[in-house]
């Protein structure tokens, strides 16, 4: 990326990650095997805090084969948040079972523990389960775990954390990763740390590990020849980007440092504006803050999150509506919803600001001036007069 555009969430790589990439080329390990995906999976369970992990090539294909373990399928419900990317309910429809959606916490922004309570204890009653509960660390942020897992737990449904947004966050003294039966992280470009492409898939099982690293794998038998018990899929991660990603985690605990002071400047800069509002840090944890979202009521502060979002555009540089709500999505909107309206008024308010770790302060500095100047811009264009 070459242009003098600023982007939401860029990659930031540097020297050591291309030298790691060609020591990998050279050393003629190219394939979804080899050294460096090895120590990928050491060192990153080792960041998190979990003994196993698997790499794949898709933060997805972890999703999808979490619940492929589990025995997730066709007829299941899974019950997830409604504010998540698309990739967490495709998952769930991969494997042929129904997302269920569940509204999020106005404090958190993530999956509402007293409705997933609510939804679990009816589903008993009716004696018709949910076969997952899948829980999104959302921008960052760990959802409530302790409430999520006992609720899980005493109603014996397994629980999938979705951290693909939250590597190096925490929830109490465990890392993000460590909740569930097992976890999915994505290495993809816009994430905290990038393998261009990538995911893992961590647990505390290694069952489970082993299972889905068969899955990865094509479902290969023990056998000289091609042997295939199971249905399997081609999900490894190649030993390219696994070097890229080695280099990527040595300096993950610099980049959410840089994450975090991008969120502290727009909070100086930008939070005694009326109308203005971020996402703050859930008292249970620690955030990575991978990227920084605020909030607009049009009528205090003068001028709405998409007039916001467009004079940023003017000046070329990337803002985004948060995720839009999974219920409101045409290929969902005939999924069950538990609430949605929490969701529905971020999805309306919402707006994520550049976050790059490579950001200077000086850039945060000029998109918070455009931000502060866009109410009188907005008067301005559509003829309002401002002193009126
Ligand atoms: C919450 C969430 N889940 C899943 C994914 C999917 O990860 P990937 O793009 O690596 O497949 C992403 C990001 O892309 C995400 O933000």
Known sequence: ???????????????????????????????????????????????????????????????HLALAVLGVGKGDDVVTSTLTFAATANAVTYVGAR???????????????????????????????????????????????????????????????????????????????????????????????TTGGGGMLVSQDRAIVDRVRHLATQARDPAPHYQ????????????????????QLRKLRSKIAARRRNNERYRTLLGDCAGIQFLEEADYGRSNCWLTCMTVTPGVFGAS????????????????????????????QHCRILGGAVAEDLFDRGLCLPSGSAMTSAQVERIASIVIDTPCRSAATSGRALHA
């Open 305 to 332: 999150r998409e007039d916001i979002r467009l004079a940023l555009e003017k000046h070329d540089i990337e803002s985004r509506p948060l995720w839009k709500p999974m219920h409101l999505q045409p290929v969902y």
């Open 228 to 247: 295939h018990t199971s249905i399997g899929y081609n999900y490894r991660l190649s030993n390219l980007l696994a070097a890229v990603g080695r280099g």
């Open 99 to 193: 997302p269920v959606f569940v509204d999020v916490s106005a404090d958190t922004w993530t999956l509402d523990a007293d409705l997933l309570n609510e939804e679990l204890r009816r589903r008993s009653k009716k004696g018709r389960q949910a076969a997952a509960v899948m829980a999104v660390d959302l921008y960052g942020q760990c959802a409530d775990y302790s409430r999520i897992a006992a609720t899980c737990a005493h109603y014996g449904v397994p629980l999938v954390e979705d951290a693909a947004e939250a590597l190096g966050a925490s929830y109490g003294r465990r890392s993000a990763g460590a909740f569930g039966r097992c976890a999915a992280f994505s290495f993809n470009g816009n994430k905290i740390i």
């Open 1 to 63: 990326m070459t242009s003098t555009r600023l982007y939401l969430s860029p990659p930031d790589v540097g020297p050591e990650e291309r030298a790691l990439l060609l020591e990998a080329f050279d050393s003629n390990w190219i394939a979804p095997v080899g050294p460096h995906v090895d120590a990928f999976e050491t060192e990153l369970a080792e960041a998190v805090g979990v003994p196993y992990a698997v790499a794949l090539s898709s933060g997805t294909a972890a999703l």
